[in-house]
């Protein structure tokens, strides 16, 4: 009997070296090392330079996305990604703070978790709140790609067509609707 594979869609970033490589090759290393018997890479974007959010609190970011094929369950890829966050040397002190790696599984298989009211809570959570609160279980989508260019512009890259299954937009119809000049500053490198 065949394994039953699933999609997901996995955002990076970093701006902090990791062991002496520069963020784009930490990101280039990390596409590699998440690649195993239960993880298949279906597709990567380019990488992208990203302003440091909040602006000013350190140096820029690369960004990019990876959509998988896997036989792992969400719970058990996103170990897999913590997994690899720690290879690079990942230290998780400061929510939203600088880092080596940042794997986020942004969306599995159209999967809302941990079910419609949980997920509202956490994307409807004012601004404040996210920056303190980190929420105790796996939530997906990730609750906050409506808001941001540095996820969405590499998304676009690979899937341009992927529908929130929660707000019902492409990737594309999302990106239309932030600032321009959020988008603007997610330059290629």
């Known amino acids: 009997m065949a394994e039953i594979r699933k999609t997901a869609l996995i955002a990076l970033g970093g701006n902090l070296p990791a062991d002496a490589?520069?963020?784009?090759?930490?990101?280039?290393?990390?596409?590699?090392?998440?690649?195993?018997?239960?993880?298949?890479?279906?597709?990567v974007s380019r990488f992208?330079?990203?302003?440091?959010?909040?602006?000013?609190?350190?140096?820029?970011?690369?960004?990019?996305?990876?959509?998988?094929?896997?036989?792992?369950?969400?719970?058990?890829?996103?170990?897999?990604?913590?997994?690899?966050?720690?290879q690079f040397a990942r230290v998780r002190e400061q929510r939203w703070g600088m880092r080596t790696l940042d794997l986020d599984l942004v969306d599995f298989d159209g999967a809302v978790l941990p079910d419609?009211?949980?997920?509202?809570?956490?994307?409807?959570?004012?601004l404040?709140?996210?920056?303190?609160?980190?929420p105790g279980q796996l939530i997906l989508p990730h609750p906050r790609i409506?808001?941001?260019?540095f996820v969405l512009v590499p998304l676009a890259d690979i899937a341009p067509r992927w529908r929130h299954p929660?707000?019902?937009?492409?990737v594309v119809e999302m990106l239309t609707e932030l600032p321009p000049q959020d988008v603007a500053e997610v330059t290629p490198l």
């Open 21 to 43: 490589d520069a963020p784009q090759i930490t990101l280039a290393k990390a596409v590699r090392a998440l690649q195993s018997q239960e993880v298949s890479l279906r597709s």
């Open 116 to 126: 419609a009211a949980g997920y509202a809570r956490w994307q409807g959570l004012p």
């Open 166 to 170: 929660v707000l019902h937009k492409t």
């Open 48 to 86: 992208f330079q990203t302003p440091c959010f909040p602006a000013g609190a350190g140096p820029e970011y690369v960004n990019a996305a990876v959509a998988v094929d896997t036989t792992l369950s969400a719970g058990g890829l996103l170990e897999r990604l913590h997994q690899v966050e720690e």
């Open 146 to 149: 409506q808001d941001r260019a």
């Open 128 to 134: 404040e709140s996210q920056m303190q609160e980190a």
